[in-house]
């Protein structure tokens, strides 16, 4: 890995460059993915399960064949026949299948699906099909499920691709698909002052505004698609396994998104679009209706069992999190989930006694997947307000009881791994210097009481991963950047050109970055986990490193001089001992004879670690970097309606460097709002295994009434020894704290400590008063 | 079916719509409309706003016969230079961008009606619509800065 913060000289890096699409946006011209043109499609719509747990006796698609427009009516079973157990996909358990075969695990799974002429004939012609049903006994609690006797697999199938889950194949009578195990020192040892606690996060809905959407075709002997997707590489191999197919006859290609934060990842619609168009030989579509996106995946309700001990010292000596995952009916990404969240359950401290148990347990629900923050939101809930507990009875400022015991450069993490350009005193430092800690409070008024509050985050960036760039400079000077990363709001297109034109001495606006298209750009992992700034951006820093040592070598021969003599600049290749300059036109043009060239380099970055111990969690190398954020919040608490209002909300992420820092504001804020609503209203309620709030009309997001009276962004940069240009990503950061942070802030307000999340004005209400009464 | 017509951003034509054909099916399909998008199909996220005659409406809810002989404005369809679509350039309010048309066209409807809005003023207008990236803090700049361009413009009118 050669050195990331060598820079060329460029003036790209850590400029507000505008979004390459920011005015396209704005006046709605730009086209999202179900406005590419595709060739005409029939119309798919799906019938689904109206029990939780049950075994399909039979399925009666007579009705539905016989109304206008059908074409076609598939169930599983149909798809079951003619592709076999490669009919069940999932990225880290192959458990799921597009179509119910045999058995549905939750209400709403697709049972069968109608191709049709349009969408509401297809619609018509769902609700005609009659399913029979012989009920199972439903599992619908997270700790229910572990105890319980009716398991909602009957056997345990993770997926071919990891060897780490091998252990776990045809393990049956259990929901516990994963469990990690974090074991550092002896916790029970540790003499002090102890707090402990049950908290609760409910399941939420990420809920982007553009809805899900997916276009298969049979192109000869290839099938192509064109879907709403972050992960168009993982899409690719997953439907080739699905339909056995070489890598070379499945093309996926993706648009930008509108908005995804984890919704639009893995297998989605995707795997039922092609199993469709291939098996029907026929082009398909299908946009999910909103109440439909609801059902395809949801963020994970997580219970946990915490504690946390100090020592006389103040020193925090024992943590410990029993953290219970409810990942629904398929297990997704969920046991990826319940690790990358389990090592870091008990906090960004150095504490050298933990023990964490994580485990991931099917519910018959939805299936739970990625959400910005990926489980680790649910563990911060603990850590986050235990830590401020165990402060206040230690009789303790909460911010400075954290910035002692917070993980410094070099220390070791309680999972074994070194930290490295996390600087989470600097996250608490600004934020609480922000919303001015240290300042005694405003006197409150009447029936309203103020408080603060403040929380620390950290998580790992998803590790091993590979990403992949070519760049193509063109002979006029412009460039495009070919990759597989996905811009649903972030700006990667943007944050990617500017990488590229640092290291080409390229100006605004000379760099494209074009759409995922797995016959063009090279795979990606994903387009997840906050990893793409870091990986892709290495990846296209190394292309256009690449590019640069091509050009020096042409523009060395131009000359005749050596390469060591030339230099890139604005101005093109520039040789020290002459001051001669040639112009990357003149230079592309006098080497090709031609107008219009294109010269291409490419590179690789992929990251390795160290596979932790699977009795105890360690790992000297975990992951390839850390991210570091901190929020603190100034609130005031209404005690007769328990409504709380935000006066001032600082949110900090370290993101090494910020290559636009316009961009990382954006994101540090956005997930903030995001956060607010995790806080205080925003929740999947579940009656029995079904939705009862899934549509916008009964499910609150945070609108800009929601806002802060003032939201202040901080960027921290501690540059990290191999970022590109010392940089790391940022799109989770914010959202990690946010919640404690709240909840801190109302404990000093009014003494009430609130351990189930969202805080509605019921809930506060409710503790307020049962606090008065004892 | 019935046959309406319909004036949409400055161009008009008649034609024939179902009964129950929705507005925002009819504004992409018959007129090319790429601005409006269904969200929610409730009426709860203010992604397919258009103005009808200058107000705000819903086009998934509502019935596209309904709105025989009505004036339609919808994003796309706005003059270059339109002074609210700068300000929201100019103020990056916009992310994955795919809620922003719906904002840009209730800051016209709010700007016809309160030329000189106070933040509440914009809280109160805006609250249907949902930016889920959270692009609220950049939209409230470009309005009040669209506001204070259209009172100079007025004000150097009237001198």
Not at chain 1, 75 to 84: H, I, K, Q, R, Y
Not at chain 1, 128 to 143: A, K, R, S, T
Not at chain 1, 386 to 414: C, M, Q, S, T
Request: hydrophobic share 40%; charged share 25%.
């Amino acid at each position: 890995m050669s050195d990331g913060s060598r820079s060329s000289g460029g003036a790209a890096v850590g400029e507000r460059w505008a979004r390459t699409d920011g005015r396209a946006k704005v006046r709605g011209e730009f086209r999202y993915a179900a406005e590419e043109p595709v060739r005409p499609c029939l119309d798919v719509a799906v019938h689904r399960s109206t029990r939780p747990h049950a075994k399909i006796v039979s399925v009666d698609t007579s009705r539905a064949l016989a109304a206008e427009g059908v074409v076609a009516v598939v169930t599983g079973a149909d798809l079951f026949a003619l592709l076999g157990d490669r009919l069940m996909t999932g990225p880290a358990f192959s458990d799921q299948p597009c179509l119910a075969v045999g058995k549905v695990r939750y209400v709403g799974e697709p049972v069968a699906a109608v191709l049709a002429h349009s969408v509401a004939q297809a619609r018509y012609a769902a609700e005609e099909i009659q399913v029979e049903y012989d009920e199972l006994d439903p599992v619908h609690d997270v700790d229910e499920a572990i105890t319980g006797s009716a398991f909602v697999h009957d056997e345990l199938r993770p997926s071919a691709v990891f060897g780490d889950l091998k252990h776990l194949r045809g393990k049956r009578d259990t929901n516990v698909n994963y469990e990690f195990n974090l074991r550092r020192g002896d916790p029970d040892a540790a003499q002090g002052t102890t707090v402990s606690a049950e908290f609760w996060a409910p399941p939420t809905h990420h809920v982007p505004i553009e809805l899900p959407y997916a276009a298969a075709w049979p192109e000869g002997d290839r099938v192509e698609l064109l879907a709403t997707t972050q992960t168009p590489s993982y899409v690719r191999q997953s439907l080739a396994d699905l339909l056995d197919l070489p890598l070379n006859r499945v093309r996926v290609r993706t648009a930008p998104l509108g908005g995804s934060f984890g919704a639009k990842m893995y297998d989605r619609l995707e795997p039922l679009v092609a199993a469709l168009a291939w098996t029907q030989r026929k082009p398909v579509r299908i946009t999910a209706t909103r109440e439909e996106a609801f059902l395809l995946t949801t963020r994970h309700g997580a219970a946990v069992s915490g504690s946390m001990t100090a020592d006389e010292h103040g020193a925090i000596t024992a943590a410990t999190a029993d953290v219970r995952y409810d990942t629904g009916a398929y297990a997704d990404v969920g046991p990826r989930i319940t690790a990358k969240s389990g090592m870091v359950a008990t906090g960004p401290y150095k504490v050298d006694n933990v023990r964490v148990r994580s485990r991931c347990v099917y519910t018959n629900k939805p299936s739970a997947g990625p959400f910005r923050g990926f489980g680790v939101p649910q563990v911060t809930w603990s850590h986050e307000s235990l830590v401020d507990e165990l402060a206040r009875e230690r009789g303790e400022d909460p911010a400075e009881f954290r910035r002692r015991n917070l993980l410094r450069e070099g220390d070791i993490a309680p999972v074994g791994t070194p930290m490295h350009s996390a600087d989470f005193v600097g996250c608490l430092d600004a934020v609480t210097e922000a919303i001015g800690w240290s300042e005694p409070l405003p006197p409150a008024e009447g029936r309203f009481v103020r408080g603060r509050g403040v929380a620390v985050g950290i998580k790992a960036v998803l590790t091993p991963t590979i990403s992949n760039a070519t760049v193509q400079l063109n002979q006029d000077g412009s460039a495009t950047v070919l990759i597989s990363t996905v811009d649903m709001g972030q700006g990667s297109d943007t944050i990617m050109a500017q990488i590229a034109a640092e290291v080409l001495c390229l100006g605004e606006g000379q760099v494209r970055v074009i759409g995922a298209d797995t016959d063009v750009t090279p795979y990606d992992t994903i387009t997840a986990g906050s990893r793409s700034t870091y990986h892709t951006g290495n990846a296209v820093r190394l292309a256009a490193e690449s590019m640069r040592d091509k050009l020096t070598a042409l523009a060395a021969k131009h000359f005749d001089v050596e390469a060591t003599d030339l230099k890139i600049t604005g101005d093109g290749l520039v040789s020290a001992q002459s001051q001669a300059t040639v112009s990357i036109p003149d230079l592309l043009l006098a080497h090709f004879g031609a107008r219009g060239t294109t010269l291409t380099a490419e590179a690789n970055f992929s990251t390795s670690w160290q596979p932790y111990d699977h009795e105890t969690g360690q790992s000297p190398q975990v992951t390839e970097h850390w991210f570091a954020g901190a929020a603190a919040v100034q609130l005031t608490v209404d005690t007769a309606t328990g409504r709380v209002h935000i006066e001032h909300l600082a949110v900090a992420g370290d993101v090494g460097r910020a290559i636009n820092p316009a961009m990382v504001e954006q994101q540090l804020s956005g997930a903030a709002i995001m956060g607010i609503g995790h806080a205080l209203f925003d929740q999947l309620v579940f009656d029995e295994g079904q939705i009862v709030n899934g549509t916008l009309l009964d499910y609150q997001l945070p609108s800009i009434k929601d806002m802060p009276d003032k939201l202040t962004p901080i960027v921290i940069e501690s540059p990290h020894r191999t970022g590109p240009f010392g940089a790391k990503g940022v799109g989770e950061t914010a959202i990690i704290p946010l919640a404690p942070a709240i909840a801190n802030a109302v404990r000093d307000a009014t003494g009430v400590r609130l351990t189930e999340l969202p805080l509605t004005p019921e809930r506060v209400l409710t503790a307020i008063i049962e606090q008065e009464q004892s | 079916m019935r046959e309406i017509q319909l004036t949409v951003n400055g161009r008009r034509r008649r034609l024939a719509v179902a009964d129950d054909e929705l507005l925002l099916d009819v504004l992409r399909r018959e007129f090319g409309v790429t601005s409006a998008r269904e969200g929610c199909g409730v009426g709860a996220c203010g992604a397919c706003t258009v103005l009808a005659g200058g107000k705000s409406v819903s086009s998934c809810l509502t019935r596209a016969a309904r709105y025989d002989e009505a004036e339609i404005t919808t994003a796309d369809g706005l003059p270059d230079g339109d002074e609210v679509v700068e300000e929201f350039v100019a103020a990056r309010a916009m992310q994955c961008g795919y809620c922003i048309p719906g904002f840009v066209l209730m800051a016209h409807e709010l700007l016809e009606e309160n030329p000189r809005p106070t933040d509440d003023d914009v809280t109160e207008h805006l609250e249907g619509n949902i930016c889920r990236c959270g692009t609220y803090g950049e939209i409230r700049t470009a309005i009040k800065a669209a506001a204070a361009r259209r009172e100079a413009r007025e004000g150097r009118k009237s001198a």
